[in-house]
């Protein structure tokens, strides 16, 4: 069955980087795109970025355009989401998600557990 | 970019009732349109895509409906497991914007 096993959340001072994991097995993951999607502690869901399913293009929301950097290791079955110059208002559980199809424009079928970022001095 | 509304962002229904949730883009989306559960400490689920097609083990008192810019999520007889905040979320282009969700509880 699909899993996705996100690591490297914890606590990282502001301004500070850190780098996010997504473990995929289960599926043919060099042919799926991968999404971030975050959600701040009691807040909704909030998009963040994808890329398609040999990395060649990227797309990110306007909030952490330029900060946050997605990326993909298909020879490991990978997911990374490098966080930049990290704010407060970074703080949430972020999730890597995917579609069954192989396709760009499909909904989420699945999700990973999602590993929490606190940004806190 | 495409903004997603819905409304309202929080109701009380009581068990058996119909339930019905309002999504709205600011421009058209066509079918983009899926719908997700969330439970309280849990991971977002897949309920609906193609604004009214049924995903895989969804109770078939969920259904959704629309096209263009204006949807609906109902929730035919409410259930105390249906307990949740639910979000719409459009994917024909990229931002794949969500809703703010509407938060769902028994009255």
């Known amino acids: 069955q699909v899993q996705l096993v996100e690591s490297g959340g914890g606590v990282v001072q502001p301004g500070r980087s850190l780098r996010l994991s997504c473990a995929a097995s289960g599926f043919t993951f060099s042919r799926s795109p991968m999404h971030w999607v975050r959600q701040a502690p009691g807040k909704g869901l909030e998009w963040v970025a994808v890329?398609?399913?040999?990395?060649?293009?990227?797309y990110y929301a306007d909030s952490v355009k330029d900060r946050l950097s997605i990326s993909r290791d298909n020879s490991k079955n990978t997911l990374y989401l490098q966080m930049n110059s990290l704010r407060a208002e970074d703080a949430a559980v972020y999730y890597c998600?995917?579609?069954?199809?192989?396709?760009?424009?499909?909904?989420?079928?699945?999700w990973g557990q999602g590993t929490l970022v606190s940004v806190s001095s | 970019d495409i903004q997603m509304t819905q409304s309202p962002s929080s109701l009380s229904a009581s068990v058996g009732d119909r339930v019905t949730i309002t999504c709205r883009a600011r421009q058209g989306i066509n079918n983009y349109l899926a719908w997700y559960q969330q439970k309280p400490g849990k991971v977002p689920n897949l309920l609906i895509y193609a604004a009214s097609t049924l995903q895989s083990g969804v109770p078939s008192r969920f259904s959704g409906s629309g096209s263009g810019t204006d949807f609906t999520l109902t929730i035919s007889s409410l259930q105390p497991e249906d307990v949740a905040t639910y979000y719409c979320?459009?994917?024909?282009?990229?931002?794949?914007?969500f809703g703010p969700g509407t938060k769902v509880d028994i009255k």
């Open positions: 979320q459009k994917y024909n282009s990229a931002p794949f914007t």
């Open positions: 998600a995917t579609t069954y199809s192989s396709g760009w424009y499909y909904p989420f079928d699945y």
């Open positions: 890329i398609s399913y040999d990395g060649s293009n990227k």
